[in-house]
Nanobody, 122 residues
Framework: VQLQASGGGLVQAGDSLRLSCTGS????????MGWFRQAPGKEREFVLV????????YYADSVKGRFTISRDNAKNTVYLQMNNLKPEDTAVYYC????????????????WGQGTLVTVSS
């Protein structure tokens, strides 16, 4: 399984940005898809997670109400829509996949994209 994340960039506080994560090598019908981020000097942290087959999305408190996830089954792609971005959202964003149920734990994920940098200026 390979994951390719894209869509990062430099934006201003209050702007929106959409990240994409496209998978190849297998279908993701049984996977859980997660987004994580890592700010400079900090550990990688959970952003949100959802089962590819559907069900509730779980969010980190810091992004609740601002970030959402969607998916395009035909393209094997999940999207992270980020609205009302804040400087503290600045980080490298990673998509990840695992089999089985949802988890906010970095160590539970088997497959990782390469990361895409999001920089939010104040």
């Amino acid at each position: 399984v390979q994951l390719q994340a894209s869509g990062g960039g430099l934006v201003q506080a209050g702007d929106s940005l959409r990240l994409s994560c496209t998978g190849s090598g297998r279908t993701f019908s049984s996977e859980t898809m997660g987004w994580f981020r890592q700010a400079p000097g900090k550990e990688r942290e959970f952003v949100l997670v959802v089962r590819w087959s559907g069900g509730p999305t779980y969010y980190a408190d810091s992004v609740k109400g601002r970030f959402t996830i969607s998916r395009d089954n035909a393209k094997n792609t999940v999207y992270l829509q980020m609205n009302n971005l804040k400087p503290e959202d600045t980080a490298v964003y990673y998509c990840a996949a695992k089999t089985g149920g949802t988890s906010p734990s970095v160590g539970m994920y088997d497959y990782w994209g390469q990361g895409t940098l999001v920089t939010v200026s104040s």
